[in-house]
């Protein structure tokens, strides 16, 4: 790692230690400066992932991380965007385009996976198990889908079961 790429990354920790949840939108600017070497880039999605985040700003993170996507960068960085939007599947257009990536068979293997565990970690929802079941087609994620599916299934399964033995506990008490 070149001197400037050192002292960038040093500056940023910096300003992390010293203003806390108050670096955001600076970071999202550095994140979304094509010019920024990728180790930045990469140091700024990690940290992203890895803290709590001020609610307002959820959208907009979602939204700079999609960005980091949309152009071809390096394909760790693509990753490492692909696991931040786990983050952020609760975020309107999050799932599809996590979808659009764990199905496109252009994108690398490691960067189709970490989109498809992404999903996985949204839960159950209606986009999501819609996704999976496509991706359960996949010849490379496609087992990996379908046995998110199952299991999914059968945890919804087993709450139901749990909620009517409770309703039959209920029931029993009167």
């Known amino acids: 790692m070149d001197e400037s790429v050192r002292s960038r990354l040093d500056a940023l920790l910096d300003l992390e230690k010293l203003h806390g949840g108050r ?3 600076y970071l999202l600017r ?3 400066d094509r ?3 990728t180790p930045v880039h990469l140091h700024i999605l990690r940290r992203l992932r890895n803290r709590p985040f001020i609610p307002g700003y959820r959208p907009t993170l ?8 949309s152009y071809r960068s390096s394909p760790e960085l693509r990753l490492q965007a692909a696991l931040s939007l786990g983050e952020f599947t609760d975020i309107e257009g999050v799932p ?4 659009s990536l764990a199905l496109d068979p252009e994108e690398s293997i490691d960067v189709r996976y970490s989109a498809f565990t992404s999903l996985q970690r949204a839960g159950p929802t209606a986009e999501c198990v819609a996704l999976l079941r496509r991706l ?6 496609g087992a990996a889908a379908r046995s998110v599916l199952y ?8 709450a139901d079961s749990d909620a009517g033995n409770l309703q039959g506990e209920l ?4």
């Open 23 to 25: 670096s955001v939108p």
């Open 30 to 32: 550095v994140l979304a």
């Open 35 to 37: 010019r920024e070497p």
């Open 62 to 69: 979602a939204e700079a991380i999609l960005e980091v996507l």
């Open 96 to 99: 599809s385009r996590l979808g």
């Open 136 to 141: 359960a087609q996949d010849e490379s994620l």
């Open 151 to 158: 299991l999914w299934r059968r945890s919804n399964e087993q």
């Open 171 to 174: 029931t029993d008490d009167e």
